[in-house]
């Protein structure tokens, strides 16, 4: 019973970390990035990845760390966690790499402890528990986390406490004395079994602590995809705990042709919504291709056999665990680890900024697919590394019910939760004859100061009280913003349908609709786009009786006047066209001249002699609202605020 409840209690610290290492890493990388999307370019802050080389300072170390040392640096990385939420971008930039730091140099010490055949297994189960957490906060926050993010941050100080206290059970462990008895496994492969527990924790960073993340890969429904990853979990908890035998019976060979298929699947689920964009201009305005039944079987493929990241996971570090290599060889094997998270780090991001990186950036264009294959290929071939016998510390259940019951009831929980937090909108009086229009470049939902702004810029929104939302710069659903969905978390506070527009598979600029009123016929096309591709969304919405055709749209630097053309196209012979977004062309542009020749500009229809009430330089603009030719517009006018790097702009038309 003892052996029990100190195996519960490590399990428990094991999920507790492995949460907020993810919730670290998370907020480490998006205030990265945000520098870079203030100057878009790759700023000098940019030099804090190497705290990601942390396990080096294991070298210095010959005896490993243990005891009070090994507590201190797991106290630090909880007092990392606790601090850097309440801090600004480049705090959160500072304190949150120093807690990364300090977990990657705490993971590779966990392994190197003796006295325990189980530690690896115990990480495994324990990487299981802190995956389910991310799972039901995200989904509490309607794709933020929900312990990081607003009134609800106590709960991560909850836990960092718990685990705090937790972490004194480390003061028991023996330390890493060399055992010259027995062979020292070789550093190459200590190396490829340390990639491979890095790459099955960049592959949980990169999409499964974040559903939402797969939802926006795909279109599919965002409760089918929790509602499946939460029941494989739930299996995988149950087999551990009541058939450990088949888990330890598992083979080398099982688990590489399991891999293989989860990695080919996770390939093609990206791959088939990854568009084929033409290289001429002729091709274009490029309708997105039609998802049919076929395009989500590999989704299903990969929902059902994503459990095999947790089971390579136990896999590899029981490896390590019981051939126990040196603390200087885990630390260098972990630093080449480190190299390749860095490595998965900057190719996704490159998959969107590959127009600011001139001589790599290019070469990731339209290869989403290819770093998750990148990264599933690392988590793969040290498979062929490791003994049959690894797993065989879960022939017997050593959890209780403690562990599948807590699965079980997270699990619940996230499910409850998606159908709880989803927007209910309220039924629009039909009688209007008014309609209030919003576009609003959210710059990935940052201030202009460079500060997370979320709720600054829901209250712009919600202030406006506006009947139709066009949002620019949306695409949050990435490493680089986070892993947050901003669209669904708009969307849920604001009770609103919604659209997302393109997929973030393509990497273009994220574009959305929201409505007080049910989005019918939505779809997608693309621009050609020399630089960042771009796209432009069509809808349709009716009220009062009257069917309104909705364009959102984000051009590229200059608003190239191909891309405005394409446009262009798409309107002719619509009615009743409202044609919103940040077009970067100003009004002495010859693509501006091109688009009032089919369409007029609300805000001059509201200010004809150029001049509002708010001293808004009219020769400035790059957001507009164009309307149909003899459209009655009530009122127009600009918000400007800190809220975004551009101001709102609301136009009231009425018919």
Not at 143 to 160: C, K
Not at 200 to 205: M, P, S, W
Not at 354 to 372: A, E, H, M, S, T
Not at 618 to 640: C, E, K, N, Q
Request: glycine share 10%; charged share 15%.
């Amino acid at each position: 019973m003892r052996l029990l409840r100190e195996q519960n209690r490590k399990i428990a610290l094991y999920g507790i970390l492995f949460l907020l290492f993810f919730q670290l890493l998370s907020d480490f990388v998006e205030a990265i990035y945000a520098f870079g999307l203030m100057g878009t370019s790759l700023p000098v802050e940019i030099v804090y990845v190497l705290l990601l080389f942390s396990p080096l300072v294991l070298l210095l170390f010959r005896r490993g760390l243990s005891g009070w040392p090994l507590v201190i640096v797991g106290e630090l990385m909880l007092a990392s966690r606790v601090v850097e939420v309440m801090l600004d971008t480049r705090g959160r930039m500072m304190v949150g790499g120093l807690g990364v730091a300090c977990f990657l140099v705490l993971f590779p010490s966990l392994l190197g402890n003796r006295g325990d055949e189980s530690s690896g297994s115990a990480l495994g189960v324990g990487l299981t528990v802190g995956l389910s957490l991310s799972i039901l906060f995200r989904v509490l926050g309607s794709g933020l986390d929900v312990s990081t993010y607003g009134r609800f941050q106590f709960i991560g100080w909850v836990l960092a406490i718990a685990a705090g206290v937790l972490l004194f059970d480390l003061l028991e462990s023996k330390e890493p004395t060399a055992d010259t008895d027995r062979n020292r496994p070789t550093l190459w492969r200590t190396a490829g079994i340390s990639v491979g527990l890095i790459s099955a924790l960049v592959l949980a960073y990169f999409a499964f602590t974040s559903p939402n993340v797969i939802a926006r890969w795909t279109g599919a429904s965002y409760l089918l995809i929790i509602s499946a990853i939460v029941l494989t979990l739930c299996l995988l908890a149950f087999l551990l705990m009541s058939k450990p035998h088949l888990i330890a019976a598992l083979t080398p060979k099982i688990i590489l042709v399991w891999n293989v298929l989860f990695v080919l699947s996770m390939a093609l689920t990206i791959l088939g919504h990854q568009v084929k964009f033409p290289s001429d201009a002729g091709g274009y305005p490029l309708p997105e291709p039609s998802v049919t039944l076929w395009h989500h079987v590999p989704l299903i493929f990969m929902l059902v056999l994503f459990p095999i990241i947790l089971i390579d996971f136990m896999f590899f570090a029981q490896t390590l665990a019981d051939e126990r290599p040196s603390p200087r060889m885990l630390g260098g094997s972990f630093g080449l680890g480190s190299l390749f998270l860095l490595l998965m780090i900057f190719a996704q991001i490159f998959t969107t900024v590959y127009d600011y990186i001139p001589l790599v950036g290019p070469f990731f264009r339209d290869k989403f697919w290819f770093v998750f294959l990148l990264a599933g290929t690392g988590l793969t071939l040290p498979v062929l590394l490791v003994r049959g016998d690894a797993l065989r510390s879960l022939s017997k259940p050593q959890t209780g019910s403690l562990f599948p019951g807590t699965i079980a009831l997270v699990g619940l929980a996230a499910i409850v939760g998606v159908i709880l937090t989803a927007p209910y909108p309220a039924a629009s009086p039909d009688q209007k004859t008014t309609l209030r229009i919003l576009t609003y470049n959210i710059q990935q939902g940052y201030s202009e100061h460079g500060l997370k702004n979320y709720d600054g810029q829901l209250d712009v929104i919600r202030g406006v009280d506006a009947d139709i939302i066009g949002l620019q710069e949306c695409d949050t659903n990435r490493i680089a913003g986070g892993n947050s969905d901003v669209v669904r978390y708009f969307a849920d506070r604001l009770d609103l349908y919604s659209y997302y527009g393109p997929k973030t598979t393509p990497g273009t600029f994220g574009i959305a609709l929201l409505s007080k009123y049910p989005i019918e016929n939505p779809r997608t096309f693309y621009m050609y786009s020399e630089g960042e591709q771009t796209a432009t969304l069509e809808a349709q919405i009716t009220m009062g009786g009257k069917t309104f055709n909705l364009f959102v749209t984000h051009l590229g630097n200059g608003g190239p006047m191909v891309q405005q053309q394409a446009i262009v196209q798409e309107l002719e012979g619509k009615e009743n066209v409202v044609l919103m977004g940040d077009f970067n062309f100003r009004p002495d542009t010859e693509q501006y001249r091109l688009t009032v020749e089919a369409l007029e500009d609300s805000w001059l229809l509201k200010w004809p002699q150029g001049a509002d009430d708010q001293g808004i330089d009219p020769a400035r603009r790059i957001d507009h609202v164009f309307v149909s030719p003899g459209t009655t517009v009530v009122d127009s006018r600009y918000l400007a605020g800190p809220q975004s790097d551009h101001p709102a702009m609301m136009t009231e038309i009425e018919w």
